[in-house]
């Protein structure tokens, strides 16, 4: 959406509540004038993320409804996804009638979500973006680079979840409900070899993931997309004709930008007094564990003999806790203690961590 028609929705919602400028300014806090609300109504700037969350409030509207399309999308023509997904034929026209259902549907997507923070994806500008390679040797210096190019991603990943007031040490709980913020809308799609896929449906972005895929792996492929759309609007085009090397350039940058955001440096150091696996795609589930571990304490011997022989926590993981649990005295307190009275946050969160990788494992001391 443009700024004029942006701006013609602030002023219609004004009129509608019968107030001139002059009288918004008086109710706006930060000594905004009315001249100032004139510019926002005539498209030339925008408001802050402040000032537009106020004058929601004070015409009584949802911020969503500034950026909601008026009319319906009407054919899938509209939809336009990355270059590389692979789908053949069939599935494409599935993944593409599903993503402009989704997005058509107003009730679904603005229905209950009320005022909240809402950032549009255009005004998520990356602090750091490299230059990417576009030949062999090109190539070669940027992976040679590599230890600038995880500095700059850490600190893309870092400005963009302090836009959503994350603590820049723990890990992302609820992704999807991070990405509705920015107006992306996510489309769960459950397809044959096919893991995500980002795009447009005319203005409106979108992610598609792999809706019967493992929790972590969906929400991996959520952030990776996210950070391919980011990518996008900060100039750095993906087309068909793009050379390989530029491709596989993209690539990194969007893998170390979702462990990043995912799971940050801060965390990761502390994981890694606990384990020695490198953080990857598979891997978040055992360091978001791994984690719990380090901030909530150590969990019993028979907690971790049932996890780890449960599948749920890896080898390394299993045998550098019980050599911290050693090294910390030994088994001081029962499952049943420790859940009850001690830190039940971590208990529960290994339980969830189970059900939603499909594993049932009853962990004790701990009630629905």
């Known amino acids: 959406m443009n700024l004029k028609e942006y701006g013609a929705k602030l002023k219609t919602a004004r009129l509608a509540c019968g107030l001139t400028l002059e009288a918004v300014a ?4 930060g000594g905004i004038t009315k001249q100032a609300l004139s510019q926002y109504e005539n498209g030339k700037i925008k408001p802050s993320p402040l000032n537009e969350l106020q004058l929601c409030l004070i015409y009584d509207i949802r911020k969503e409804t500034l950026y909601e399309q008026a009319v319906r999308i009407s054919g899938v023509a509209e939809v336009k996804m990355r270059p590389g997904i692979s789908l053949n034929h069939r599935d494409s026209g599935k993944a593409a009638a599903e993503i402009l259902r989704t997005v058509n549907d107003r009730e679904g997507l603005f229905g209950d979500l009320g005022i909240m923070p809402y950032t549009p994806l255009a005004d998520m500008i990356l602090p750091v973006v490299p230059d990417l390679p576009s030949d062999s040797s090109s190539y070669k210096d940027f992976i040679a680079g590599r230890k600038y190019f995880t500095v700059g991603t850490e600190k893309d990943a870092h400005a ?11 890990p992302v709980q609820s992704v999807c409900d991070l990405i509705e913020q920015t107006g992306i809308v996510p489309v769960p799609l459950d397809l044959a070899d096919f893991t995500g896929a980002s795009g447009y449906c005319a203005d409106i972005p979108f992610i598609g993931y792999r809706s019967a895929g493992k929790h972590t792996e969906q929400r991996w492929t959520i952030v990776y997309e996210f950070a391919r759309l980011l990518l996008s609007v900060n100039g750095i085009q993906e087309s068909d004709g793009d050379s390989v090397f530029r491709r596989k350039a993209v690539d990194m940058f969007c893998e ?8 940050p440096q801060e965390a990761v150091n502390r994981v890694m007094l606990l384990t020695t696996k490198t953080i990857s795609r598979h891997h978040i589930a055992d360091c978001e564990f791994a984690y719990m571990i380090s901030t909530f304490g150590l969990p019993s011997r028979e907690l971790l003999n049932k996890l780890y022989y449960g599948g749920i926590i890896p080898r390394a993981l299993y045998f550098g806790s019980i050599a911290l649990t050693k090294a910390a005295g030994g088994n001081v307190l029962t499952d049943t203690d420790y859940a009850r009275e001690e830190e039940p946050t971590l208990y529960r969160r290994c339980l969830e961590c189970c059900r939603a990788e499909g594993i049932m494992v009853p962990l004790p001391g701990l009630t629905e």
């Open 256 to 263: 170390l930008f979702t462990r990043e955001f995912l799971f």
């Open 160 to 170: 963009v979840r302090s836009m959503f007031g994350l603590d820049m040490k723990l």
């Open 26 to 29: 008086q109710r706006m806090e």
